[in-house]
């Protein structure tokens, strides 16, 4: 027995329906808005010959064929002469949403729920346009794009195009195939803003996985980033590169290189979407960069250190959001610098405070006015979880020499540790002139000062209390200034 076919024919004026898509579309009453279609249903067949709908401007037709409520062949024309006009039922900002948007594109058995690319051919164009996508928290301002669809291939080309703070200057994308699609991808930007802030608000960036068995899941390429400016508010970076491939839901970064706190970093590593939990995998080298603008960025007190500085680490992490990356984070880092000047650090404020150092090597240094000069100041740090481990602190200065070990927990933001202190004024010249080590020490000659404190506290503010003082050679204090000692590599560019 053959089905019977029925037909439906007619037009509908909408002005006082209301409808919503949440988080993307919402028609109020009252919105001038008309629909229009002719469709025959035979069977699991649906053929619709015609389809229109028309929203304050917004032009939408299409025709087609569905079959099984999954097969699609379908033709889908769109016009948005004024994006502002129309921005309200997109949730866009009305003041500043402009330009306009036309497609025309012709779709060929495209299965539902789509588990490949679509067949399409066709275009799709934007003129200093405004975009709300899946996904993305803010819209995409200053649009102009246009994409080439040649059925089982792709061009795209973007000529600007901002989210948030982040400004593209240029950018291409072209794809190849269908079942397991091959592309490349080439973004150069003025601006790469990594605190994921649009006008007005800031949000926490989060990474998202690959689900196995999605579309991009499936595909793999090349991937080339160029930025002028990348960074936070606080910490700034020019001439960002990066160089990587994609495939299996892992992105392998082979290049990633950026000129911050006017030194120069080098990144290679792996990001790997396809877990429970994005992972990460980071080798990392900082050579010459300037003290100052370093602590200055991640510092929440401040600090003026000039000199120096060399990082090298490998970094072992996931997570989709930094605390959550910070609380798995394992590896080794090691922070080095050299020959500069110590003008503020509340750390050595306290500690000279307790050790009224300013009486003790008086005519040697003056912290308060000219700072403290230094020769080497850094450490090596074992990472488990957050938390940084150290068993060679070093602070070596004409005037003293300070070690120390301990950890600073990133998650909780403390330090717990021990320092040692060694002013380098030969007790036979100071030891009359302190009571309370001439009640310790009975010996003269034995060499230089020895006191050892404990440091316990927020990374920002710790106490500082005494444990000990005694003596130590010429030998040992050497022995101190030797203690960080840096592989070869550290200073190699």
Not at 123 to 137: E, M
Not at 169 to 176: A, R
Not at 369 to 377: A, C, T
Request: charged letters at 20%.
């Amino acid at each position: 027995m053959k089905a019977k076919a029925s037909t439906y024919d007619g037009k509908i004026n909408m002005n006082d329906i209301a409808f919503q898509i949440p988080g993307y579309a919402a028609k109020p009453q009252g919105a001038p808005s008309t629909a229009q279609i002719e469709m025959t249903k035979k069977g699991a067949l649906v053929t619709i010959e015609r389809l229109f709908y028309e929203l304050d401007g917004l032009k939408l037709q299409g025709s087609g064929t569905i079959l099984d409520s999954k097969t699609v062949n379908a033709r889908v024309i769109a016009d948005i002469p004024s994006i502002a006009r129309v921005a309200p039922y997109f949730l866009l900002p009305k003041d500043t949403a402009k330009g306009d948007l036309s497609l025309n594109l012709v779709a060929k058995n495209m299965e539902l729920p789509l588990k490949k690319l679509p067949n399409l051919t066709g275009h799709v164009k934007v003129n200093n346009g405004f975009l709300r996508l899946p996904g993305l928290s803010t819209p995409l301002a200053g649009v102009n794009l246009a994409a080439d669809f040649k059925g089982t291939s792709m061009d795209m080309t973007v000529q600007k195009l901002v989210y948030g703070k982040s400004t593209v200057k240029q950018g291409t994308l072209h794809l190849q195939g269908l079942d397991a699609p091959k592309f490349s991808l080439n973004v150069d930007l003025d601006r790469l803003d990594l605190t994921q802030s649009g006008k007005g608000q800031k949000s926490e960036i989060r990474i998202p996985l690959i689900p196995q068995g999605s579309i991009l899941a499936q595909a793999s390429g090349d991937i080339s980033v160029k930025a002028k400016t990348v960074g936070t508010d606080k910490l700034q970076g020019k001439n960002l590169e990066i160089t990587a491939f994609m495939a299996d839901r892992k992105i392998n970064v082979s290049e990633c290189r950026t000129s911050v706190f006017d030194g120069n970093a080098d990144i290679k590593g792996t990001i790997d979407l396809s877990g429970s939990d994005p992972s990460f995998y980071i080798n990392s080298k900082l050579l010459n960069a300037r003290s100052d603008l370093l602590f200055s960025a991640f510092d929440t007190t401040p600090r003026e250190i000039t000199g120096k500085t060399y990082v090298q680490g490998t970094i072992k992490t996931e997570g989709g959001t930094i605390p959550r990356m910070i609380a798995d984070m394992d590896g080794t880092l090691i922070i080095y610098s050299q020959d500069g000047v110590i003008r503020k650090w509340n750390f050595l404020s306290k500690l000279f405070s307790l050790l009224n150092l300013y009486d003790l090597i008086k005519g040697k240094i003056s912290f308060g006015q000219n700072g403290l000069v230094y020769s080497k100041l850094g450490a090596t740090f074992n990472i488990k979880k957050g938390v940084f481990h150290t068993e060679n602190f070093l602070l070596d200065s004409p005037s003293m020499v300070i070690t120390g070990n301990g950890t600073t927990d990133l998650n909780k933001m403390d330090v717990n540790g021990t320092i040692n202190v060694s002013p380098l004024i030969v007790i036979d010249r100071t030891i009359d002139k302190i009571p309370l080590v001439r009640s310790i020490l009975k010996k003269k000659g034995q060499g230089f000062l020895y006191l050892s404190y404990n440091i316990k506290g927020p990374l920002d503010d710790p106490q500082i209390s005494p444990t000990l003082t005694g003596t130590v050679g010429t030998k040992t204090i050497e022995l101190f200034r030797n203690i960080l000692v840096l592989p070869k590599e550290v200073f190699e560019p």
